[in-house]
Structures are given as structure tokens and as C-alpha cells.
């Protein structure tokens, strides 16, 4: 069993996140992957407090064991989504796309333990600062909004950075992204498109589909140019964004305009054509349908397996 500041922290049996994906992250399969001893995590993505309220008490229906919230710093509700993180008293926060400081002076006091994806280690002292309890090291093989770096090259320097700890994500589907994870100075692992397999993941079976049927080379960037990248699946909405990004007649609000509503088509719809469909590098690795429970123990018990058995390298 790997006991790691992650697990102390957080009262949790495995420094395991799933991920906090738009239209994905519900309260079913938050709560499956908490009651399998990680941290389930449910995504206030763009939509209002009454959503993320409904959703945070679902999922205490569901587990007594505890959980998080993903807070998107650039929605238009996010006012409201941050006093509701407070008003329910949620256990844990994750942040993206944003600085969350502003907040954290409130959700600090409160006792909520705030866990902010960073980028790069300036951003990760920052958070350091203002009273994180750990940070979450994204590279860019992950799926969603991406940064520039490689988790193999983020995380040993945000390690090196702080001094509370880190968790890895962006390429890491089994024990031995995990176990690699560790060998980088992490303390835990976010994971993300290995939990759009799980039963309890609510999404349509055509996204489900595209991941099981992946190759290595079927995701890629688009958003570069509008300041905020993005990797999904290729289909004929990202090939059609490519194209427009190179296309200097085109304005970005008619990119920006391409895109809305997008993820939604994806994960609800199941729309080829329409749908935005995130997912990182590592999706080839995904080659079920399983319980999440499974998930968490494949991973976790594979990763335990590797690194006791590391010392058969060194002589």
C-alpha cells in the first residue's frame, strides 16, 4: 500500500485523482472512485452554483469518503461556484485555468484543502504561498486545456520547487505511468482519460468508443492561437479549427464561435462531426469497459508491484 503526504493530507488510501473533465466528471463516477480509496473529482466546469450544488450532494448520497470539486477559474460563474465550494463544505478543491488566490483566501480558512494544476514551477511557488496543500503537475500529453512542457520534464522541476507535494498527470493510464510518476519525486497521480472507460463514467458510448479503438498518433493541439490550447481526438471539428488557426482571413471569434458548446456535443451527444472529444496521448492503453473500482486497483497495485521490484535494475 503506498502511503504518501497525498494520502495523509487528504484522509484517502490511494494518491489517486481522476481528473476534473468537463461533461464527464459527474457525481457517479466521483463518488465510484472515491469509495475505491482514490479522490473522485467533480467538474463545476462552465455552469452555475444550483448545477455544481446538485451535483456535490448527489455525490455524498453516494460515498461517505471524500471527495473534490474542480474549480474552472475562467467561467463566468465562477463567483458563485466558489462561495457554494464553501456553503457545502467541500472536502478538496482542484483549480485550472487560472490563478486561484483570490479564493484560496477564503477556502484556506474554511479548512478546505485547495490542490491547483500548475503549469510551471513559478506558478506552482505561487500557490505554494497562499496555502495549497499540494499541487498537481500537468504536461501536455494530457487531454483538455495543455500547457507546454512534458510531465517528464514538469515534474521533477516543480518538485524541486516546493516543498509540499506534487501529484503528476498527463500520461500516466497504468501502474507503470504511476510507478514512473514516483521515480519523477511525485507523491501522487491525476488521471484523466483512463476513468472515460470506467462503468460509472456517464458518457456517451461513442466517446467511450473512440478510446478504446485509439492509436498513439489520434490526439492532437488545437487553440494554440486563441492563447489556450487544447488536445482532443482528431475529427472533422478539430481538423476544420486546424485549418481556421493558419488562416489569416479567419478572426478568432469565428474559431472561438466553432468551439462553443463543442465538449457538450461530445461527452452528451456522442456528435462525430460537432464534438470536441478530449482525451490525452495515452489513450491507446485504454482497452476496456471497467468498474472504476478496477481501474484504481490495476493501477495501484501494478505501480506497488514495479516499484518493489525496481532494485533488480541496480547492481
Same mark, same amino acid.
Given at each position: 500500500m503506498m502511503e504518501t503526504r497525498v494520502t495523509q493530507a487528504l484522509g484517502i488510501r490511494y494518491p489517486l485523482f481522476q481528473g476534473g473533465m468537463a461533461w464527464v466528471s459527474e457525481a457517479i463516477l466521483a463518488s465510484a472512485v472515491s469509495n475505491a480509496g482514490g479522490l473522485g473529482i467533480i467538474s463545476a466546469m462552465n455552469l452555475d452554483a444550483d448545477y455544481l450544488r446538485g451535483q456535490i450532494r448527489a455525490c455524498r448520497e453516494r460515498t461517505?469518503?471524500? @471527495? $473534490?470539486?474542480?474549480?474552472?477559474?475562467?467561467? +463566468?460563474?465562477?463567483?458563485?461556484? #466558489?462561495?457554494?465550494v464553501l456553503e457545502e463544505k467541500v472536502p478538496v478543491v482542484t483549480t485550472g485555468a487560472g490563478l486561484p488566490g483570490k479564493y484560496m483566501k477564503n477556502w484556506v480558512p474554511a479548512g478546505i484543502k485547495v490542490v491547483p494544476v500548475v503549469p510551471s514551477t513559478a506558478i506552482a511557488?505561487?500557490? !505554494?504561498? !497562499?496555502?495549497?496543500?499540494?499541487?498537481?503537475?500537468?504536461?501536455?500529453?494530457?487531454?483538455?486545456?495543455?500547457g507546454e512542457l512534458t510531465t517528464m520534464a514538469l515534474v521533477p522541476q516543480?518538485? %524541486?520547487a516546493v516543498q509540499i507535494p506534487v501529484l503528476a498527470a498527463g500520461?500516466?493510464?497504468? &501502474?507503470? &505511468?504511476?510507478?514512473? #510518476?514516483?521515480?519523477?519525486?511525485?507523491?501522487?497521480? /491525476?488521471?484523466?482519460?483512463? @476513468?472515460?472507460? #470506467?462503468?460509472?463514467? /456517464? *458518457?456517451?458510448?461513442?466517446?467511450?468508443?473512440?478510446?478504446?479503438?485509439?492509436? %498513439?498518433?489520434?490526439?492532437?493541439?488545437?487553440?494554440?492561437?486563441?492563447?489556450? +490550447?487544447?488536445?482532443? @481526438?482528431?475529427?472533422?471539428l478539430t481538423r476544420r479549427m486546424a485549418e481556421m488557426e493558419y488562416d489569416s482571413t479567419v478572426?478568432?471569434?469565428? *474559431?472561438?464561435?466553432?468551439?462553443? $458548446?463543442?465538449?457538450?456535443?461530445?461527452? *452528451? %451527444?456522442?456528435?462525430?462531426e460537432e464534438g470536441s472529444f478530449m482525451a490525452g496521448q495515452i489513450a491507446a492503453l485504454v482497452k476496456k469497459i471497467q468498474p472504476a473500482s478496477e481501474i484504481v486497483q490495476e493501477m495501484m497495485q501494478g505501480a506497488e508491484r514495479l516499484l518493489s521490484e525496481a532494485g533488480k535494475w541496480v547492481r
Amino acid at each position: 500500500m503506498m502511503e504518501t503526504r497525498v494520502t495523509q493530507a487528504l484522509g484517502i488510501r490511494y494518491p489517486l485523482f481522476q481528473g476534473g473533465m468537463a461533461w464527464v466528471s459527474e457525481a457517479i463516477l466521483a463518488s465510484a472512485v472515491s469509495n475505491a480509496g482514490g479522490l473522485g473529482i467533480i467538474s463545476a466546469m462552465n455552469l452555475d452554483a444550483d448545477y455544481l450544488r446538485g451535483q456535490i450532494r448527489a455525490c455524498r448520497e453516494r460515498t461517505d469518503k471524500p @471527495f $473534490g470539486v474542480n474549480v474552472m477559474l475562467m467561467s +463566468p460563474h465562477v463567483e458563485e461556484v #466558489a462561495q457554494v465550494v464553501l456553503e457545502e463544505k467541500v472536502p478538496v478543491v482542484t483549480t485550472g485555468a487560472g490563478l486561484p488566490g483570490k479564493y484560496m483566501k477564503n477556502w484556506v480558512p474554511a479548512g478546505i484543502k485547495v490542490v491547483p494544476v500548475v503549469p510551471s514551477t513559478a506558478i506552482a511557488r505561487r500557490v !505554494e504561498r !497562499e496555502g495549497a496543500v499540494a499541487v498537481i503537475a500537468e504536461g501536455c500529453e494530457s487531454g483538455g486545456h495543455v500547457g507546454e512542457l512534458t510531465t517528464m520534464a514538469l515534474v521533477p522541476q516543480v518538485v %524541486d520547487a516546493v516543498q509540499i507535494p506534487v501529484l503528476a498527470a498527463g500520461g500516466i493510464a497504468d &501502474g507503470r &505511468g504511476v510507478a514512473a #510518476a514516483f521515480m519523477l519525486g511525485a507523491e501522487g497521480v /491525476q488521471v484523466g482519460t483512463r @476513468f472515460l472507460c #470506467a462503468e460509472e463514467c /456517464q *458518457i456517451h458510448i461513442n466517446y467511450k468508443e473512440k478510446v478504446l479503438k485509439a492509436r %498513439d498518433i489520434d490526439t492532437g493541439v488545437t487553440g494554440r492561437r486563441l492563447g489556450h +490550447p487544447v488536445r482532443a @481526438f482528431k475529427t472533422p471539428l478539430t481538423r476544420r479549427m486546424a485549418e481556421m488557426e493558419y488562416d489569416s482571413t479567419v478572426s478568432n471569434e469565428e *474559431i472561438e464561435k466553432l468551439g462553443t $458548446g463543442a465538449m457538450r456535443k461530445a461527452a *452528451i %451527444d456522442g456528435n462525430l462531426e460537432e464534438g470536441s472529444f478530449m482525451a490525452g496521448q495515452i489513450a491507446a492503453l485504454v482497452k476496456k469497459i471497467q468498474p472504476a473500482s478496477e481501474i484504481v486497483q490495476e493501477m495501484m497495485q501494478g505501480a506497488e508491484r514495479l516499484l518493489s521490484e525496481a532494485g533488480k535494475w541496480v547492481r
